[in-house]
């Protein structure tokens, strides 16, 4: 009896403190901003990888010479002004009295040291700096950039590019970047310093990641955060039931089924437009034998009539109103309306068409089609695994057998993605950071020079002319003649089937009504525009 | 022979199992319940409409197709398809199907392990006895299906995901079995205390039969009865919690789909309205545990003395 008793009197005092600690923990000025995704930041290092999700959610600790506003204009980060001293020099007037956020002032050193850590070993942003020659200290506050050949758009290319301090990765052992393909780590893959407006209270990788506003920070803040708190919730349902129930305030991604009927549920706000991302299917065209294929002695991807045959088995319309519910535009090209370089009339797919793609099969000696496997991220795209599921379906029809094998993007990209480029047939993604097609084509479709330039040609789909034609785009200054050139290369690449370009996808956000956010286009979402009311 | 069968089959149906059997209509129902689960997931390669498993059949327009009865219904697909346009009903078939052989082998491999380890610990008492049991009281204070995740995860984390999808099922079923020995290990070490000291394996001790021939030979059928109760309950359970596992994406992966993973796929399309992806496979796994846990009562009474 004595014991029931003490315990219903526990328990009551246990109801009545609670809520009272929760009201002395939240003062009144307290703006917890809570927001979710299904996959996580897979490294807090900003030259981890180049990946949308990744750069965007470090560019709130680490910040570029030159940012972007919320419509995408350059903006004075780091760098208070900048110009071209000469047609291969841009120059570079850096933000006196900036200081990290452990106290050491932002100097020149740290952006030279910053250059060589993103183009050193283990970094995979080194792509943004093909054209750089020599990144040159002439004073504390002054750097130049000497590029190999007239860089017109060099500035666009270096605005996902965060600072980070000289004496921190010194003292912390973090001079190189960890590569994630190797499954490295070290002191700066869980730890962040930087002189953003944010800085890393704390760190659970795959689970929560806390972010608190950096006191020190020499702009006038225009968000009204005190913390922010980032979740990681794989299930597309459970993402959304956290949001409606008001235990988170932004989902990032939201399932394209469940959007409908979030537009009609009171307190939320559905944020959507088209990303200037094309999502696609390449295809492992270097190796004489394919990783993973029961064909032997020979690449059937070395054979465009294999790949067109490909192109015409998969049915990117069906893909859009199923899959993703009318929210995808197929597209031909490897970038979307919106960049600079896309032209409605090269836009033009082959015509979905099994039979055409049996036929070709048979006419590259498939007639009984073959085994392969098809690699895919099951959290990086929308539906990203439903899509592979419905192109192994399709590939199936016309006797092309796919196992398919759908993995977390942590996994997944240190699987696909150079060195190791260790994949048959996979899919991926890509927004231009630049909005330029150059960066596309630079990155994703030149043949590999194992540096920086065909990084991500995972495939490693190659054509001399091709090349040329990029290299000659990268130096053009006259606008017409190189919109002509960017043309030009579309048409070899879509009728070479370099890739498969599916579609652009939607971006679709999601938020309860008392958040005051900017959606933008290229999926970046940096926190310093975000207000809670 | 035929007389003996015949003879064996008069005696069953004059048994008093039997007998409580005829006079419990639920028990009839959840055993003709259990027995179509049983016909249909076992013989889904014939029975089923579709065969999920044949990608090249699937029709990606046919996708959210719902039941026949709402509108648009297409009575090809009688309770509607999936996200990929899969006939949910053969889904099922098939998904039952893996889902009780991940439950039946992972029965039997409790089974086994739990009662020998009940054997050797009942029969031999003393140090063997303590430790066995100590460990049995360790594990039966954490909860099955943590155990599960945790063997799981270790597993996985040994193999990496493509070699564990392949073997997933295998892994599935040490798991849920490693999880489940406890039961039958108490058990059966229980009945073997009261067995042991009983004269006829005192006299088969006499004789001089090895220990391990009198524990198989003359104790074990003794103490069977118990364990067949527990096997029968535990079948439900297993299946529940790979249905759990799977459903947490820690099971089986979607390309040869029990029940929990349908459950989990369907989960995504809740919200939007296709509540039958999720709907029908969760009835299925509901009935079915039902079903066959009315059965496991069943037979815990009828061989219960103190009940008749």
New interface residues.
Partial sequence: MRLRTLFTVAALGLTMALPLAAVTSTPAAAKTFRWANDGDVNSMDPYARNETFLLSFNLNIYEPLVRRTADLKKDPGLATEWKATSPTVWQFKLRQGVKFSDGTPFTADDVVFSYGRAVGPGSNIGTAFASVKEVRKIDDFTVEVETKYPNPIFVDEITNWGIMSKAWCEKNNAVNSADLTKNEENFATRNAMGTGPFMLKSREPDVKTVLVPNPGWWDKPQHNLTEVVFQRI????TR??ALKSGEIDMVYTI?P??V???KKSDGISVLEGPETRVVYLGFDQARDELLYSNIKGKNPFKDPKVRLAFWQAI?TD??K???MRGQSQPVALMWAPGINGYSKDVDVRPKYDPEASKKLLAEAGYDKGFELTLDCPNDRYVND??IC??V???L??VGVKV???A?NRL?YFAQILGPKYDTSFYMLGWTPATYDAHNAMQALMQTRDNKQIGLFNVGGWSNKKFDDLANTIAQELDQPKRDAMIKEAAIIHRDEVGHIPLHQQYVVWAARKNIDLKQQADNMFPLRFVKVN | MIARLSDGLRRALDSDIFYSFRNSPLTILSAVVTLIFFIGAFFSPWLAPHNPFDVATLNLMDAFTPPVWLPEGNPIYPIGTDDQGRDLLSAIMYGTRVSLVVGFCSVAFAMVLGVSLGLISGYFGGMVDSVIMRVADVQLTFPAILIALLLDGVVRGLMGTEQHDNLALMVLVFSIGLSYWVQYARTVRGSVLVERNKEYVQAARVIGLPSVLIMIRHVLPNVLGPVLVIATINLALAVITEATLSFLGVGLPPTQPSLGTLIRIGNGFLFSGEWWITVFPGIALAVFVLAVNLLGDWLRDALNPRLR
């Fill in positions: 794989a299930n597309g349902a959304v039931a399932p089924q469940d409908e009927p979030l049915d069906a893909i109103t199923r899959v695994e439903a599921q419905a192994t379906a399709m199936a029809r196992t398919l094998r993995q996994k």
